[in-house]
């Protein structure tokens, strides 16, 4: 922090009157957070459930909420200060003196309800981030907090309504930027700029597509987004759920602290795999045009058809006997029955739970009709006789969704009648099975092939919908997989998260309207951020140089953090790169915070050799960093979504090279160079790809 001075912007502990009397409420409100989890633990509900479900549901809630209460001792209550001018709600004209309010993570009241902490997401919180000196929304004075080891070290005031105060840029604000990152991702609620608040609060029921380019928070934001719709609509996304998909396991573990540092729990988490391999286990891998393929949006429509295949018009009347009477329902009626279900698209399996009752209903219009007195359990009984059973097998059989895609995939004759003027010969051929599988268990299912029996599966039975979805990484689905997302949310909304630079599959899309009109989300609105916090001003332009090929016509992130020096970028002998990349990491690890060595996949176990023989100790991307252990080993494969405070990048030619095409390797080496938070070391025996000259 710096040091006090008469002028300064940032006050520290010389003035120590009003820094103690901070300090004292930060203590006031550990000690009354302490309370309220105290108040929880002490609740004896013996007296209050009925029954033993109850008591083990009350329990886990209460369980829930202590664990929600816990104060970290290096995550401060509260980052920021408001001094309204008048009463929140009140009229300027009324004079009465303004209030103050502290700005948390979570809300804290003492024993008589009074908040000492407000919520980040409460509405009176909203100026912190929004005000300005254009529009200081009522707002005299904003404190921004500095904390050093969970310690309140220093404040800094700025004087919204004072027109002799000039604009400055916060020094409090840009620490905590630039603050070095060790263990997993942190929640950014003391950092977050106006164009990323007014994302995180746009509302429950629309969906919002956020394109961002490197170090401009969009993943961030959208954890930040689920919190806040937890917090505004607690009750109905209790009842419908949250999910946050992201593109690995690596990455997910990376993200999984910041909505549980929000007092978040209930947040699941998992990749597009984790949500289709319900049914088969994913062994095999396919060539990239057969996954390109198979992740085209016109195979739903190859699976609509070969399912509804199965559909057969009856040849014969059905003939149900109820002790001495026999009721017999002609072959051209059921022939209308399935004629209407069909009509009307319902799921398959809903038709086939339907037929057997539309047959029993003619049924009992006959016994009426002979003046019989049926009531629903004669229908039911009669939809469950050997003979509607056996009719309904006959023209609309159960289907096994996987067994129906193995059929596809196996079955020369039976893909080709149903991808006819869909699919071309060469494309059919390209995913066929090179060794049919006698069995769905002995298949070698492909991550593409269980995204296609999940869509079988939802054309079968609906898939159950969640209240809200977040996609981080989204540019990199198949349209495919974008089904089998939004199918996650079709009653629901999504937050769709991405950046089209970054596509590094060889079906990434090339257009949001494209990837939104797969989800089903073709309204959603598109925001962009182009403000760039994370990544120095030097790194996003050198990496940059690689847009007008990757990406044309999209926007560069425009670096608000200056950083002279954070770009080295070295040309060494071939074989010394070994030892250069060595001697970079322990170049980068005399500073404070993460370092992670990023390599083309085909290189990292050269370089592990090489930082084991010279007794460094590395970590795997995933596992978390601690101030013992900063280095982690990354292939570039893994390296999307994750950021390092200083990154060596080896050999950036071997990047491309380890990619099926030029586009996608420079793809791949742009999310490697814009990995680094606060300094980046390119070290090259090789050729540089002549982009970046």
């Known amino acids: 922090m710096p040091a006090h001075e008469e002028t300064s912007e940032v006050t520290s502990e010389a003035t120590s009157s009003p820094l103690d009397g901070e300090r004292a409420h930060l203590a006031g409100s550990r000690a009354a957070l302490r309370a309220m989890r105290e108040d929880v633990q002490a609740l004896d509900i013996r007296d209050v459930t009925a029954n033993w479900v109850n008591a083990a549901v009350l329990q886990a809630q209460i369980d829930d909420r202590i664990k929600a209460l816990a104060d970290l001792s290096h995550t401060p209550l509260f980052f920021g200060r408001l001094d309204y001018r008048h009463p929140v709600g009140a009229q300027e004209a009324e004079g009465a003196e303004g209030e103050q309010f502290y700005i948390g993570r979570r809300h804290v009241h003492d024993a008589q309800g009074d908040p000492m ?35 309140l070290t220093a404040y800094e005031d700025e004087h919204l309504t004072d027109p002799a105060e000039t604009e400055h840029t916060s020094k409090l604000l840009q620490a905590e930027i630039e603050r070095p990152r060790v263990g997993p991702m942190r929640d950014i609620v003391a950092t977050i700029q106006p164009e990323q608040d007014e994302i995180v609060r746009s509302g429950l029921g629309g969906t919002v597509c956020v394109q961002g380019g490197p170090g401009t928070g969009k993943t961030a934001v959208g954890l930040h987004r689920v919190a806040y719709l937890l917090y505004a609509h607690r009750e109905r996304l209790a009842r419908t759920g949250t999910l946050v998909i992201g593109p690995n396991r690596s990455f997910l573990h990376y993200i999984e602290q910041v909505l549980p540092a929000l007092g978040e729990l209930e947040v699941k988490q ?78 398959y399996g809903a038709a086939h739970e339907a037929l057997p009752q539309r047959i029993a209903h003619a049924v009992l219009v006959r016994m009426e009709e002979a003046g019989e007195a049926p009531d629903d359990r004669v229908q039911n009984a009669v939809a469950r006789t050997p003979a509607v059973k056996a009719a309904v097998k006959a023209v609309w059989p159960a289907v096994d969704p996987s067994k129906l895609v193995l059929r596809l995939l196996t079955d020369a004759e039976f893909l080709a009648a149903h991808a006819e003027g869909i699919l071309t010969g060469d494309e059919q051929k390209q995913i066929l099975m090179a060794r049919p599988a006698r069995s769905v268990k002995s298949a070698k299912w492909s991550a593409a092939d269980a995204v296609l029996i999940d869509e079988a599966g939802d054309l079968v039975a609906r898939t159950h919908s969640l209240g809200h979805v977040v996609i981080d990484e989204a540019q990199d689905l198949s349209p495919m997989q974008y089904r089998a997302v939004g199918r996650r949310c079709s009653t629901g909304s999504a937050t769709v998260l991405g950046d089209l630079a970054q596509g590094t599959t060889p079906w990434s899309t090339e257009s949001w309207a494209q990837a939104l009109f797969h989800l089903g989300k073709a309204d959603a609105v598109v925001e962009e951020l182009t403000a760039g916090f994370r990544v120095p001003r030097e790194v996003i332009a050198y990496a940059s140089r690689l847009l007008p090929a990757i990406s044309p016509g999209l926007a560069a992130v425009e670096s608000v953090r200056e950083s002279p ?85 080896d050999e950036p030619s071997a990047v491309v090279d380890g990619e099926p095409d030029e586009r996608t390797g420079l793809r791949r080496l742009y999310v490697a160079l814009t990995r680094a938070v606060s300094g980046l070391i390119v070290l090259h025996a090789a050729t540089l790809p002549e982009q970046l000259a």
């Open 117 to 151: 902490v407000i919520d980040w997401r409460a509405p009176v919180s909203q100026p912190f981030y929004q005000a300005s000196r254009n529009n200081p929304l009522d707002v005299d004075r904003r404190r921004r907090f500095g904390y050093t080891g969970g310690e």
């Open 270 to 347: 998992a990749t597009v795999e984790d949500l289709v391999t319900a049914q088969v286990e994913v062994r095999g891998a396919d060539e990239a045009a057969a996954a390109v393929i198979k992740g085209d949006a016109r195979m739903a429509e190859v699976l609509r058809r070969a399912l509804r295949s199965h559909v057969t018009l009856p040849t014969e009347g059905v003939v149900v006997v109820r002790g001495s009477r026999r009721w017999r329902v002609p072959a051209y009626e059921i022939e209308e029955m399935v004629g209407e279900l069909l009509a009307r698209d319902m799921r």
């Open 565 to 649: 020096g954070s770009l080295a970028v070295r040309a060494v002998a071939a074989d010394g790169l070994d030892a250069a990349v060595v001697a970079a990491c322990e170049e980068s690890l005399v500073h404070e915070g993460s370092i992670g060595l990023i390599a083309a996949d085909a290189r990292i176990p050269a370089l592990a050799d090489a930082l084991t023989a010279a007794g460094h100790a590395y970590l795997s991307p995933g596992e978390e960093t601690t101030a013992a252990s900063r280095l982690t080993l990354v292939p570039a494969s893994l390296a999307k979504g994750l950021e390092y405070d200083y990154v060596v990048l």
